[in-house]
């Protein structure tokens, strides 16, 4: 059973950056295909970025491209969401989420991972 823990989370001003991290709190490997997703109070969750581990390709919503950055470290069995230039819009409840076996074929569908985190807090004061 995979259990996914995520860290980094805080309170940042607009312009700052964080970095969150995801691990499985045993250190076994997660899955194929993980990715990022968050909430904000009242909004449906979304999407944000995933990464097939194999291969390393990485898929970004519109909303982050060019501002955050989802990576892996194999050795550490973690992947990683840089965010940078952080907007008051960014703020919510930050999840990772793991699936398994396959790639990252519909990556922005919640039912497409097996596994998820409890989540990380991320707010941005303007």
């Known amino acids: 059973q995979v259990h996914l823990v995520e860290s980094g989370g805080g309170s940042v001003q607009a312009g700052g950056s964080l970095r969150l991290s995801c691990s499985d709190s045993?250190?076994?490997?997660?899955?194929?295909?993980m990715g990022w997703f968050r909430q904000a109070p009242g909004k449906e969750r979304e999407g944000v970025a995933a990464?097939?581990?194999?291969?390393?390709?990485?898929n970004y919503a519109d909303s982050v491209k060019g501002r955050f950055t989802i990576s892996q470290d194999n050795a550490k069995n973690t992947v990683y969401l840089q965010m940078n230039s952080l907007k008051p819009e960014d703020t919510a409840m930050y999840y990772c989420?793991?699936?398994?076996?396959?790639?990252?074929?519909?990556?922005?569908?919640?039912?497409?991972?097996?596994?998820w985190g409890q989540g990380t807090q991320v707010t941005v004061s303007s």
């Open positions: 990464i097939a581990r194999g291969s390393g390709t990485t």
């Open positions: 045993n250190n076994r490997y997660s899955g194929n295909c």
């Open positions: 989420a793991a699936r398994q076996l396959g790639s990252c074929y519909t990556w922005v569908r919640e039912s497409w991972y097996n596994y």
